[in-house]
T-cell receptor
Framework: GAGVSQSPRYKVAKRGQDVALRCDPISGHVSLFWYQQALGQGPEFLTYFQNEAQLDKSGLPSDRFFAERPEGSVSTLKIQRTQQEDSAVYLC????????????FGQGTRLTVV | AQKVTQAQTEISVVEKEDVTLDCVYETRDTTYYLFWYKQPPSGELVFLIRRNSFDEQNEISGRYSWNFQKSTSSFNFTITASQVVDSAVYFCALSESGRSSSNTGKLIFGQGTTLQVKP
C-alpha cells in the first residue's frame, strides 16, 4: 500500500479481554516499530523488528504485551488481560532501514479499556 | 539517558503570526539525530525534518525553518506567517547513532506542543 495501515482504528475492550492490533507496513520496509501514546503525551517506544527478528522489546510494559512479525511484513501487537492503564493510541511505524532514516507512521489504533 | 523536553504545552497565535516551538534534548552520545513530526487531528505522525548532530546548519523549507544549536542542546522550529492548516501537535524527537549494534533507530519523543492558529 501507499502508507502504513493499522487496524482496527478504534477498539473498545472490557477489562480482562485480549486484543490484537494489526500493522501493515510499507512494502519493502525492513524496520518496524510499535509505540504507545497516552492521551496528551508523546509516543513511547514499545518494540522494534528488523524483518522478522524482534531485536528490541525493552519498551514493552509487561509480559501481557506481545508482538510478532512472522514473515517480516505484517506485524501484530497482542495485549492479554487488558487493564485500564492500557488505554492509549498504539502507533506503528516502518522505515526502509534502521539507520535513523525517516519513519512513516500509521494513523494508530485507539484502544479504550472499560 | 536520552531525554527530549518541549516546555511549551500549548501555543495559540493568530494567522500570519510567526511562531517558534522550542525543543531541548539530552544525550550522552556524540552522534545522534533530531527530528520534528507533526500530528494533525487525524492521528498519524507526519515527518518534517531530520538532522544529524554533525550538521549544525540551519535549514529553511518554505515557511518552516529549524535552528540547531549544539551548544545549548536545542533544536527549535519556527513557522513563518502561520496558517490555520498549521494547527496540530508538534513533536521533537531524538534518536542515537547507528554505530552501536544495539541501536534500533527508536525515537525518544518530547511531550509535544499543541499549536492552535486562529483565523
Amino acid at each position: 500500500g501507499a502508507g502504513v495501515s493499522q487496524s482496527p482504528r478504534y477498539k473498545v475492550a472490557k477489562r480482562g479481554q485480549d486484543v490484537a492490533l494489526r500493522c501493515d507496513p510499507i512494502s519493502g520496509h525492513v524496520s518496524l516499530f510499535w509505540y504507545q501514546q497516552a492521551l496528551g503525551q508523546g509516543p513511547e517506544f514499545l518494540t522494534y523488528f528488523q524483518n522478522e527478528a524482534q531485536l528490541d522489546k525493552s519498551g514493552l510494559p509487561s509480559d501481557r504485551f506481545f508482538a510478532e512479525r512472522p514473515e517480516g511484513s505484517v506485524s501484530t501487537l497482542k495485549i492479554q488481560r487488558t487493564q485500564q492503564e492500557d488505554s492509549a493510541v498504539y502507533l506503528c511505524a516502518s522505515s526502509l532501514l534502521n539507520l535513523n532514516t525517516e519513519a512513516f507512521f500509521g494513523q494508530g489504533t485507539r484502544l479504550t479499556v472499560v | 539517558a536520552q531525554k527530549v523536553t518541549q516546555a511549551q504545552t500549548e501555543i495559540s497565535v493568530v494567522e500570519k503570526e510567526d511562531v517558534t516551538l522550542d525543543c531541548v534534548y539530552e544525550t550522552r552520545d556524540t552522534t545522534y539525530y533530531l527530528f520534528w513530526y507533526k500530528q494533525p487531528p487525524s492521528g498519524e505522525l507526519v515527518f518534517l525534518i531530520r538532522r544529524n548532530s554533525f550538521d549544525e546548519q540551519n535549514e529553511i523549507s518554505g515557511r518552516y525553518s529549524w535552528n540547531f544549536q549544539k551548544s545549548t542542546s536545542s533544536f527549535n522550529f519556527t513557522i513563518t506567517a502561520s496558517q490555520v492548516v498549521d494547527s496540530a501537535v508538534y513533536f521533537c524527537a531524538l534518536s542515537e547513532s547507528g554505530r552501536s549494534s544495539s541501536n534500533t533507530g527508536k525515537l525518544i519523543f518530547g511531550q509535544g506542543t499543541t499549536l492552535q492558529v486562529k483565523p
